[in-house]
């Protein structure tokens, strides 16, 4: 293995240029030459490739988003525009490919792979942390520090004037950025696509809440839940008590940003390193992830999305502590 390329694919996450340094860092103390391609699957296809050295990833341990850039890729979910890709590789003498990307980019990887003889690694990035094969995919754990911080200021304000905000987190389908960042800000109640939108349980939350002279009460609500987000959840309970002072924060892209936490940057940077090994213990058409902080190595062709289990302990837990 003397020449590889590496890039980051789909919806950014805080901890990608930990991870794009840890690779490129362990490539060259292997001797193996890194191509950066920038953009994702788009610049993939056009070729857009360059060299990195040690220096190329100096000082970027510590910053968001990606210094190679990143595409949602639609010409890489056809046959074509997979066949330009592979063109474009074997031009530039590629021996393998490391994605960091989410599921989607991952099974970009698989139908490459399926076609192609070029190896392949991923690795798991998403804020929305819904990836099979690893306990956390980078980003997760500073989108939910964001978050966090964010609703413990919009809880500052709500106490200050008797109110009632109702947060919106991303996600896309899951939950799990709203399940952990509404316990870690002691929400009143958490609404997430994996379990039941109950809006009278909502009522009796509220009305207990304002019997004990509560003086906020904050809900954090998934983008992806079924009942429709912040918004349609307001509008019902204004309708139910109009009287209340309520408002609506959108956090938004906000969670995709920032500087990494501690966690993101060891996780991104074990993976890393990790994924570098297994390319030189010849495995391939893998995912590296880390389960009970053990490395695991998952076939492109096993990893699916994950869905947030919720136990009826899980649930009962947000009720206890909003009481
Ligand atoms: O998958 C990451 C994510 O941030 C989701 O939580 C969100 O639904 C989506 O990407 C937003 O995508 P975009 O940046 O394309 O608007």
Request: glycine share 10%.
């Amino acid at each position: 293995m003397s020449k590889i390329a590496i890039l980051t694919s789909g919806g950014d996450a805080p901890g990608l240029n930990a991870c794009i340094r840890s690779l490129v860092r362990t490539a060259i103390f292997h001797g193996i030459k890194t191509i950066g391609i920038h953009r994702g699957y788009d610049g993939m296809i056009e070729g857009d490739f360059f060299e990195m050295d040690a220096g190329t990833v100096s000082n970027i341990i510590q910053k968001g988003g990606t210094i190679l850039k990143s595409s949602r890729s639609e010409r890489f979910k056809t046959p074509e525009g997979r066949e330009t890709a592979f063109q474009q590789l074997k031009k530039a003498g590629i021996e393998a490919v490391l994605v960091i990307g989410g599921d989607g980019s991952l099974a970009g990887a698989k139908y490459f792979a399926a076609t192609y003889p070029i190896p392949w690694i991923g690795i798991p990035k998403t804020i929305d942390n819904d990836i099979s094969g690893t306990d956390y995919a980078i980003g997760f754990d500073t989108a939910t520090n964001t978050a966090m911080q964010a609703i413990d200021n919009i809880r500052d304000t709500a106490e200050s004037h008797n109110r009632i905000y109702f947060v919106e987190v991303m996600g896309r389908n899951s939950g799990s950025i709203a399940y952990k960042t509404g316990i870690s800000v002691g929400a009143e109640a958490i609404y997430i696509p994996e379990t039941n939108t109950d809006l009278e349980h909502l009522f009796d939350v509220f009305e207990r809440g304002w019997s004990r002279k509560k003086s906020s009460l904050i809900v954090v609500v998934a983008e992806g839940d079924e009942a429709g987000g912040a918004f349609a959840i307001s509008k019902k309970v204004k309708e139910k008590f109009p009287q209340f002072d309520m408002a609506v924060c959108i956090l938004g892209h906000v969670q995709r940003g920032g500087s990494p936490t501690c966690n993101d940057r060891v996780l991104a940077t074990k993976l890393g390193v990790a994924a570098i090994d297994a390319l030189l213990s010849g495995q391939k058409n893998i995912m590296v992830g880390e389960v009970k902080g053990e490395i695991l190595y998952t076939p492109l062709e096993n990893v699916v999305k994950r869905h947030l289990e919720i136990t009826p302990a899980m649930t009962e837990l947000i009720d206890i502590l909003s009481i």
